[in-house]
C-alpha cells in the first residue's frame, strides 16, 4: 500500500519537484511514467526513504516514511521494501548467493541459506549461484538483483527503469518476472519507466504521470 499527498522534495541548489497525488492498495502496480529527469528516481528514492521530501504525506507498507528515525528507517527499508535500483549494486567482491546473504546483515537477521537457495532456483539461477557478478549476462545480473529485492518478500518492491537496456523479447520477459515476483509476494509493485514498451505491455495499470521539467530559462 502507498499513499502519497502534496510531496514535495528540493534537492539542495536544485529545482524543487512536486509530484502528483496517489493512493495504490497492497498488491497493486503503480507505473512512474515521464521523461529524463522528471523525478521517478526521486520519487522512489523518497518512497524508500532514502531521500526525505520538503514536504506533504508518504505513507507506504502502512509507514508513514517520515516518522522514522534514521536508524529505525534503514532496518524498516531492508525489511519492507524491495528496491530494484537502475544500478544494480551486485558486489563483485562476493558470489550471486553472497550478494543475496547481504540482505540479512542489512535486516539484522540470521542469513537463510535455503531461502537464498529457494529465490535463486525461483528465478532460474541456481546453477549460478557461486559465480562473481561480472560472470554474468546483463539479464542474469538483472534476475539476481531481483531475486535479492525479493528474498525477504517485501510489502512493496520499488524498480528503476528495468527494461532501458533490454531488447523487445527480454524486456516482456523481465516484466513478466517483475509481475510474477510481486503477485508470489503480495508485494505492491511500482516501476518507473520512460519506456514506451512497458506503458504498452501494461495497458491497464495505475499511472503517475511526471511532467516534463521545465528548462531554468523558461521559468525566469
Ligand atoms: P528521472 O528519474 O525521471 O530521470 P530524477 O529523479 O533522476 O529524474 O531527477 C529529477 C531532477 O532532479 C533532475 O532535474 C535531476 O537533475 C535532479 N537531481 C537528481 N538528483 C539530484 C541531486 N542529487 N542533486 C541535485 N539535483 C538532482
Ligand atoms: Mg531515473
New binding site residues.
Given amino acids: 500500500m502507498i499513499e502519497a499527498r502534496d510531496l514535495c522534495h528540493a534537492?539542495?541548489?536544485?529545482?524543487t519537484?512536486r509530484f502528483g497525488d496517489v493512493s495504490v492498495p497492497q498488491g497493486g502496480t503503480l507505473l512512474l511514467r515521464?521523461?529524463?529527469?522528471?523525478?521517478?528516481?526521486?520519487?522512489l528514492a523518497l518512497a524508500a526513504g532514502l531521500l526525505t521530501p520538503q514536504s506533504g504525506e508518504l505513507v507506504v507498507a502502512g509507514q508513514a516514511v517520515a516518522a522514522l528515525r534514521a536508524g529505525e528507517r534503514d532496518r524498516w527499508r531492508a525489511r519492507c521494501i524491495g528496491f530494484l535500483p537502475q544500478k544494480l549494486f551486485l558486489s563483485e567482491a562476493l558470489s550471486v548467493a553472497d550478494n543475496l546473504a547481504l540482505v540479512y546483515f542489512a535486516s539484522g537477521l540470521g542469513v537463510d541459506r535455503a531461502a537464498i537457495h529457494g529465490a535463486l532456483e525461483a528465478l532460474d539461477l541456481g546453477t549460478l549461484a557461486g559465480r562473481k557478478p561480472s560472470q554474468l549476462s546483463g539479464g542474469q545480473a538483472q534476475r539476481v538483483a531481483l531475486a535479492r529485492a525479493l528474498l525477504l518478500r517485501p510489502r512493496v518492491l520499488l524498480v528503476?527503469e528495468p527494461t532501458a537496456s533490454l531488447d523487445d523479447a527480454s524486456c516482456a520477459a523481465a516484466l513478466a518476472l517483475l509481475q510474477d515476483g510481486a503477485r508470489t509476494t503480495g508485494a505492491t509493485l511500482v516501476i518507473?519507466t520512460?519506456d514506451a514498451r512497458v506503458v504498452r505491455a501494461l495497458p491497464d495499470t495505475m499511472t503517475l504521470a511526471?511532467p516534463a521539467?521545465v528548462p531554468e530559462a523558461a521559468t525566469a
Fill in positions: 534537492y539542495p541548489d536544485g529545482a519537484l515521464g521523461a529524463s529527469g522528471s523525478g521517478k528516481s526521486t520519487w528503476d518507473a520512460h511526471f521539467p
